[in-house]
C-alpha cells in the first residue's frame, strides 16, 4: 500500500507532518518526532517583530523605551522571551537539519516584508527544504480595504518567491470575502502551497478584572469542517500543494482531510497531547482505513468528497445550505 504524497513538490513518505509549534525545540524532541513517525517537520516561527528588533532597535519604527511608544508596544514580549534569537534560529535549524532524514520546513510570522528577505534567504542558506510564511494579522483599522490588504500578502509573497529557490508555503487565516481568488492571486505570485488555517486566538474578558484574559485551548475535531469546506473548494482549481493545519486530532479527520483534497496534514494539538508516538496512530489508522476500502495509492484516495467535478461550487454550497435549514 502505498501512502506517499507530495507537498511543496517534495516527496514525504505519508501526509502527516509536524506543524510549527515548541514539538521541535530541541533536538531529542525532532528525533522522537522522527521515531514516532513524523513525515516532515515545520519549526516553529521566527516573528517579525523579533528581526525588527534586532536589527533596529525599533518595532514598526518605535523605540520601546520611549515613553511615547510605552503603551502601544506593552503587549509584545522582550527579546529574552522568544525561544530563538534570528542567530539561535538559524543554528538550530542547521542543527535539525543534520539530526533528522525527513524534510525541515523554516517559518516566518509577520504581517510586512520588513527584514524577512535577508533572513529568508539565510534559512535556505541554512539548510531548509521550503518555508512556510505565517500571514497572522487581524486588521483592526477600519479605513483598511480589503483589496489593500490582500495585495499586500500577494506583493510580499510575489517578492520573497523571486529570491528564493527553495519552495514557499503560505499560512492563511479564511477571512477573506473570496479566499479562492485570493489562492489564484498568490498562484501567480509564485506560492507552491497553501496552508489551510491559521488559527485566530481570540482573548476573553475577565468580568472580575474586566481585563483581556490570554488562554491558548487546544484544537479538536470540531475545528476541522470549516477547513474541509476550503479544502474540497480548491482542490483540482489550484496547482499549489494543499496542506490543513487545526482541527486533527484523530486519524478520521486525517482521512476527511484527504478526502477533501489535502496533500499533507499538519499536527501539534493532537503531538501535544498523545505524544510524537501518535503520528504512527494517524498513519496505520489511514493505512487500515485504504485496506479496508481497497484503496492502493493516496492518490486513488485525495479529492474523491472534494467539489472539484462540480461545474458551480457556490450553487452546491448554497443549495446543500438552504437544503439543511429546511430539513
Given amino acids: 500500500m502505498d501512502l506517499s504524497t507530495r507537498y511543496l513538490g517534495l516527496p514525504l513518505a505519508h501526509p502527516f507532518m509536524v506543524g510549527a509549534s515548541p514539538l521541535s525545540d530541541s533536538l531529542d524532541g525532532v528525533r522522537q518526532l522522527e521515531d514516532g513517525g513524523a513525515s516532515a517537520i515545520v519549526l516553529r516561527s521566527l516573528f517579525e517583530e523579533q528581526l525588527t528588533m534586532a536589527a533596529s532597535g525599533r518595532i ?3 523605540d520601546p523605551h520611549e515613553r511615547a511608544f510605552a503603551d502601544v508596544l506593552s503587549e509584545f514580549p522582550d527579546e529574552a522571551s522568544y525561544a530563538f534569537s534570528p542567530d539561535a534560529y538559524l543554528e538550530h535549524l542547521r542543527r535539525v537539519k543534520s539530526a533528522v532524514a525527513i524534510p525541515v520546513f523554516g517559518s516566518l510570522n509577520g504581517t510586512t516584508s520588513t527584514f524577512w528577505f535577508s ?41 520573497l518567491t523571486a529570491r528564493l529557490t527553495i519552495p514557499v508555503a503560505a499560512k492563511l487565516s479564511p477571512f477573506f470575502t473570496a479566499f479562492g481568488n485570493l489562492a489564484h492571486q498568490l498562484e501567480d505570485a509564485g506560492v507552491d502551497g497553501l496552508v489551510l488555517f491559521n488559527r485566530v486566538y481570540q482573548p476573553d474578558i475577565d468580568i472580575d478584572t474586566l481585563a483581556p484574559v490570554h488562554n491558548v485551548a487546544l484544537s479538536t475535531s470540531a475545528d476541522l469542517l470549516l477547513r474541509l469546506r476550503w479544502l474540497a473548494i480548491l482542490h483540482g ?57 481497497q484503496f492502493a495509492t493516496l492518490a486513488d484516495v485525495r479529492g474523491r468528497a472534494s467539489l472539484v467535478s462540480r461545474s458551480d461550487p457556490s450553487a452546491f454550497e448554497r443549495g446543500s445550505y438552504i437544503r439543511m435549514l429546511q430539513g
Avoid at 119 to 132: F, M, P, R, S, V
Avoid at 139 to 150: D, T
Avoid at 243 to 267: M, S
Avoid at 278 to 291: K, N, V, Y
Wanted: cysteine-free; charged content about 25%.
Fill in 119 to 159: 533572513i529568508a534567504k539565510q534559512i535556505e542558506q541554512a539548510g531548509a527544504d521550503g518555508l512556510e510564511l505565517n500571514m497572522y494579522d487581524v486588521v483592526s483599522q477600519s479605513n483598511a480595504s480589503g483589496l489593500a490588504i490582500e495585495r499586500r500578502i500577494r506583493d510580499v509573497v510575489a517578492e
Fill in 60 to 62: 514598526y519604527g518605535m
Fill in 237 to 293: 482549481r489550484v496547482r499549489a500543494s494543499l496542506a490543513v493545519t487545526g482541527g486533527v486530532a484523530e486519524p478520521a479527520d486525517g482521512i476527511k482531510a484527504i478526502l477533501a483534497g489535502a496533500d499533507a496534514v499538519q499536527l501539534v494539538s493532537a503531538l501535544l497531547r498523545h505524544g510524537a508516538s501518535h503520528m504512527s496512530t494517524m498513519r496505520d489508522g489511514l493505512a487500515r482505513w485504504m485496506e479496508n476500502r
